[in-house]
């Protein structure tokens, strides 16, 4: 199984920012935890804080991976292009967010991803990439 991690604007700051909401690891260090707890998944990463970037990603490989894994960060609010693209491809895409965004700011409480996902992990900090992994071996 091949599986990647689309990270969105701002993640790479992970461990440095806000550590009161989103802790004090950095996603790199996460990652090779993932790596090491799913060895029998392929599992790749990719990070950008530019909005063309993240949807040429799924563009790329949204018709050969077995899924996808986007924590688009903010532009989960905001972008309708992450949103179409998401619904545009094959693969199937598990939407994660680090914090609970229900309990945050109003605009917070939309998404354009939804819609097009397989299915929505939230509130359960880095763990939440840990549960859709999880998603997709069912």
Do not use: C, W
Not at 111 to 128: D, W
């Amino acid at each position: 199984m091949k599986l990647i991690i689309i990270n969105g604007p701002n993640l790479n700051l992970l461990g440095k920012r806000e550590p009161e909401v989103y802790g004090n690891e950095t996603f790199e260090d996460y990652f090779i935890k993932l790596q090491f707890k799913f060895k029998d998944i392929q599992l790749e990463f990719f990070q950008s804080n530019i909005e063309g970037e993240i949807i040429n990603k799924l563009q790329e490989v949204g018709f050969l991976y077995d899924g996808i894994i986007l924590n688009a960060a903010s532009y989960t609010h905001t972008s309708v292009g992450i949103g179409d693209a998401v619904k545009a491809i094959e693969t199937p895409v598990v939407e994660v967010h680090i914090s609970n965004t229900f309990k945050r700011e109003d605009f917070r409480h939309t998404s354009y991803i939804s819609s097009g996902a397989k299915g929505v992990v939230l509130g359960f900090g880095l763990q939440s990439y840990d549960l859709a992994i999880q998603s997709f071996k069912n």
